[in-house]
């Protein structure tokens, strides 16, 4: 019974932890039916996907941003995203993308939650689109380490 029980609680705390870390197991503002017909599902155009935000100060704050634009003929919806780790808050254009809108995904990061030197960070997309659903867009740069 004990067994069971631990197995029970280390599920629950597994639980809280990935919504904790993600902001919800659940779709982002987006019905679950969109993303499930495929008859609606449109293109995407990554206008950025990869994001050299250059040379920053330990301490600093920055925003990266990455735009896309829908080449498809239905409305385009990001339903989910998330960043990889703590020291990044994506934020995205929410709603309805129409065909030929373009939207941002953006990432607040903050570099006292990540250590100096070379770094490579992702946010995770979710959308309705066409042949793949799943995208990670990445940014680098290098933090430098400020001399006290």
């Not at 941003?65 to 989910?80: D, E, H, M, S, Y």
Request: aromatic residues 8%; hydrophobic residues 40%.
């Amino acid at each position: 019974m004990k067994t069971r029980k631990h197995i029970g609680m280390v599920a629950l705390i597994a639980a809280l932890y990935g919504i904790s870390c993600t902001g919800s197991d659940a779709v982002d503002n987006v019905d679950a039916a969109i993303l499930s017909d495929t008859a609606k599902y449109t293109q995407i155009q990554w206008l950025d996907s990869v994001v050299n935000f250059g040379t920053i100060n330990m301490g600093e704050k920055i925003q990266v941003v990455f735009r896309f634009k829908n080449t498809g003929k239905n409305p385009l919806f990001l339903a989910n995203v998330r960043a990889g780790c703590g020291c990044t808050v994506p934020d995205y254009t929410k709603g309805a993308i129409a065909p030929g809108g373009e939207g941002v995904v953006t990432g607040a990061f903050d570099s006292n939650k990540a250590h100096a030197g070379e770094v490579r960070k992702s946010i995770f997309v979710t959308t309705n689109t066409h042949n793949q659903t799943r995208y990670t867009l990445i940014f680098t740069g290098l933090i430098k380490e400020v001399a006290k």
